[in-house]
């Protein structure tokens, strides 16, 4: 039954309404004459309180409220990828002119589209949520496989036989405790993520093809992590270079409170990328969800909920999905915007007591899973932080580093020096180094590990040598010492650097980042037995030979460059 009250208050983005006994928590409203979009936040009596999803502007007492019985949810049917979403999954045709009316309500796809069904399964078998019944070819990267959706359970009784049909359209029947019809369409709520039969420990890497991040502080498919760093260091460059090149099959983009015109940078650059593996254009397997600093701020809330959804039905046909959120602060400062008209008792700097089991809940929704379908997939997400004044110590910072299992600092100085990405490789960190190890051994090669240890080992003895330099100068350091700091060096501009606009190196695959740590690494050795054998830093520095290994990154995109440049290493 479908409850109608009345507004008996408007605080900003919340309303409080009356007469509204029988409403849920969490349930879909219409607020006002022109039906805007809102969200049960809280139930008093017969009261509730409403985050309204639009801008309120001359919302007034007095005017209806009226509950929609159903959860915020998302609709999940063939056409969701390659669009992009307002922050409750409408259809945004450009983001520059963005002109949505309040009160709109587009359907997220397009219902008198027809797809492609083939059935995968006949009638006459038992089936449960989770189930693939058949496919569409939603674009030419993703095979959508259409499942009975969670909940369900009985005997097939229908399946559509191959043909053309709406999303809308039945094309299964499930005879259960009650007959139910199935389409391709399914709605799911946002808030509540979605069954799986079991979490599983990742142990396969999601590849960036960004060195410092695969080869030092690996992301596992179905890991966690976040990019806190200050402005301007380079956290939406990162991002939508991961978005760019990373191998999951899906991509999910939630532009969160972020400026308007990088969504539109993002928006003309992907139809030109190409998918390093597949080479079909990115677009093919990405989502966009735009809630910019210029729409309104509750539905930035809701935002995150809807691009996790998203990547969660993805996932549980058996897919890698990969969400990122630019900017996970913007979320949590609404939360903070909204709390405050609730009223509710602040916590550290104004933000909700409860800041730091939402921030613990977002991030557990990513995972290397079981399917209910008995496939495997995996949600990854990857959150940006903005700190205020690149204060790390400030409560959403903290929070996210205590629940991610991997981050990446970014760090001032490195983008100040024009030192990118500005990954700060003293204090980032990955749990997944260990789980991971053994995919780099056996499918890149088996001393991977020890050239990365020996690198870090470089990187981390260069910093602890730093005070005395910084202090003495380098002239007091023995030749060995020096020559450390040059393999530092090295690593720094050969490695460590990484341009997210020339056409070789902002992409770099996991066997060429092999090859570049191999040849850092043996140069160094060479060097060292040079040193001993009475040549001094300064010559081995004047050497072409050591600039032409910095420069590798530029160059090597084969076994064949690779092994030249090597040969040349060897006879050094
Ligand atoms: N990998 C990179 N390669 C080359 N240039 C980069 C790279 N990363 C960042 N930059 C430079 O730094 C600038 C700022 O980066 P970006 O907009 O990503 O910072 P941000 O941290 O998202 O900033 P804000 O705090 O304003 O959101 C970019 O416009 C670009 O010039
Ligand atoms: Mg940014």
């Not at 040598?465 to 002239?475: A, D, S, T």
Request: hydrophobic residues 40%; charged residues 25%.
């Amino acid at each position: 039954m479908k409850v109608k009250g009345r507004i008996t208050e408007v605080k900003g983005t919340v309303v409080k309404a009356s007469n509204v006994s029988g409403v849920q928590m969490n349930e879909m409203v219409k607020v006002g004459e022109t039906g805007l979009i809102g969200e049960v936040v809280r139930v008093e009596g017969d009261s509730a309180y409403v985050q309204v999803y639009e801008f309120t502007t001359g919302l007034k007492p007095g005017e209806p409220v009226e509950g929609l019985g159903s959860p915020l949810s998302v609709t999940l049917a063939p056409g969701i990828v390659g669009n992009i979403y307002d922050g409750l999954q409408r259809p945004l045709s450009t983001i520059e002119g963005y002109t949505i009316s309040r009160g709109y309500t587009a359907e997220a796809i397009d219902v008198n589209k027809s797809w492609h069904f083939v059935p995968v399964v006949k009638p006459g078998i038992k089936v449960q949520g989770g189930e693939k019944i058949g496919y569409v070819e939603e674009t030419e990267l993703i095979r959508h496989y259409i499942m009975i959706p969670p909940n369900v359970i009985g005997n097939l009784t229908y399946v559509a036989p191959e043909g053309d049909y709406k999303v809308t359209d039945q094309i299964a029947e499930v005879q259960g405790s009650e007959k139910q019809s199935i389409s391709m369409l399914q709605r799911w709520s946002v808030r509540v993520p979605r069954p799986i039969k079991r979490r599983l420990v990742a142990s396969e890497p999601l590849i960036t093809g960004q060195r410092v991040i695969d080869a030092f502080f690996p992301l596992a498919k179905g890991g966690s992590a976040a990019v806190p760093g200050g402005f301007g260091t380079g956290k939406t460059v990162l991002l939508h270079q991961m978005a760019s090149w990373a191998n999951s099959r899906i991509v999910v983009y939630v532009g969160c409170g972020e400026r308007g015109n990088e969504m539109v940078e993002l928006l003309k650059t992907f139809p030109k990328l190409n998918d390093p593996i597949s080479g079909k254009p990115i677009m093919q397997k990405s989502i966009m969800i735009a809630n910019t600093s210029n729409m309104p701020v509750a539905a930035r809330e809701a935002s995150v909920y809807v691009g996790l959804t998203l990547a969660e039905y993805y996932r549980d046909m058996g897919y890698d999905s990969l969400m990122l959120a630019d900017s996970t602060s913007r979320w949590a400062e609404a939360l903070r915007e909204i709390s405050g008209r609730l009223e509710e008792i602040p916590a550290e700097e104004g933000y909700p007591s409860y800041l730091a089991s939402r921030i613990a809940s977002f991030y557990e929704r990513a995972g290397y899973v079981e399917t209910l379908s008995g496939d495997f997939g995996s949600v990854s997400i990857i959150g940006a932080v903005s700190p205020p004044g690149g204060d790390f110590t400030e409560p959403v910072t903290t929070h996210t580093l205590r629940y991610v299992k991997a981050f990446w600092l970014l760090d001032p100085n490195l983008a100040y020096s024009r030192h990118y990405p500005a990954v700060n490789w003293i204090s980032s960190y990955s749990s997944y180094v260990e789980s991971l190890s053994d995919w780099w051994s056996l499918n890149i090669s088996d001393e991977f590990e020890t050239l990365r240890r020996r690198a870090l080992d470089i990187l981390f003895k260069e910093e602890s040598l730093r005070n005395i330099v910084r202090l003495l100068g380098p002239e007091v350091l023995p030749e060995d010492e020096k020559l450390l700091l040059e393999a530092a060096n090295m690593l720094r501009e050969g490695f460590l650097k990484q341009s997210a606009y020339h056409e070789v190196d902002r992409y770099t695959p996991p066997l060429v980042q092999y090859y570049l740590l191999k040849l850092i690494i043996s140069f160094y050795e060479k060097a060292k037995e040079k040193l001993t054998g009475g040549a001094t830093v300064e010559e081995i520095k004047a050497s072409p030979l050591y600039l032409e290994v910095i420069r590798a990154r530029f160059n090597v995109k084969s076994k064949e460059n690779f092994e030249a440049i090597m040969k040349k290493v060897m006879e050094f």
